[in-house]
């Protein structure tokens, strides 16, 4: 497979993502809203999706490009010994449920990562999120899985392909950093 291959279905990935803009304004919008509240945002997914779980939280709270108060969020994929415990004393398959319990309020958003939107972990975190009054949303890939359904908003990358979804993930989750950046300037 050549580079340029690879590139040409990023580009196809990407061009997809403008029918996404109306969605992905009014979730900056209703994020921007509850960080306002005093209320934070709960990241969450598996292998490279709990990665940029990570990454996301990390540029809420440390900063994307411009100097700002930090933005309350949290991974929920950083604790090992809590996912290593429920995992083993409990099921992998609800390891975010209990750090939701634990941390989440309502008027929180729990936005769970899942390429296929079929992990159950992912799937248990975003019913627990609803059921604590948590509003939810899902990065998924195409067709948005069993998430698309299930999440009180769902963000389908248009495409299968696993590397593609997480880069529109990390792309979609990026611009999100820039809006916050950008609103955090007007309100100040």
């Known amino acids: 497979m050549s580079f ?3 590139l040409i279905r990023h580009q196809t990935m990407i061009e997809g993502l403008f029918a996404l803009e ?6 900056v919008k209703r994020i921007a809203q509850s960080l306002a509240n005093g209320n934070k945002v709960l990241f969450f997914g598996n292998g490279g999706s709990a990665s940029d779980a990570q990454h996301l939280a990390a540029e809420f709270v ?3 490009h ?3 108060k930090p933005l309350a969020a949290i991974a929920l994929t950083t604790d090992t010994s809590i996912i290593t415990a429920h995992g083993n004393d409990f099921s992998f398959d609800t390891i975010f ?3 939701i319990q634990a941390l989440a309020k309502p008027g929180d958003i729990a936005i769970g990562l899942s390429t296929s939107g ?3 972990n992912v799937i248990n975190g975003i019913k627990t999120a609803q ?4 509003w939810t949303c899902a990065f998924t890939g195409d067709s ?3 998430l698309k359904a299930l999440a009180d908003e769902c963000i389908c990358v248009p495409d299968r392909e696993t590397a593609r979804i997480q880069e529109g993930h990390i792309l979609i989750g990026h611009w999100l950093c820039e809006a916050l950046d950008e609103a955090e300037q007007t309100d100040s």
């Open 144 to 146: 948005g899985g069993q």
């Open 66 to 68: 411009k100097e700002r």
């Open 131 to 134: 059921n604590n009054d948590v």
């Open 22 to 27: 109306p969605q992905l304004v009014q979730l």
């Open 62 to 64: 440390v900063r994307y």
């Open 118 to 120: 079929n992990s159950a």
């Open 97 to 99: 449920d209990r750090q």
């Open 4 to 6: 340029k291959s690879t």
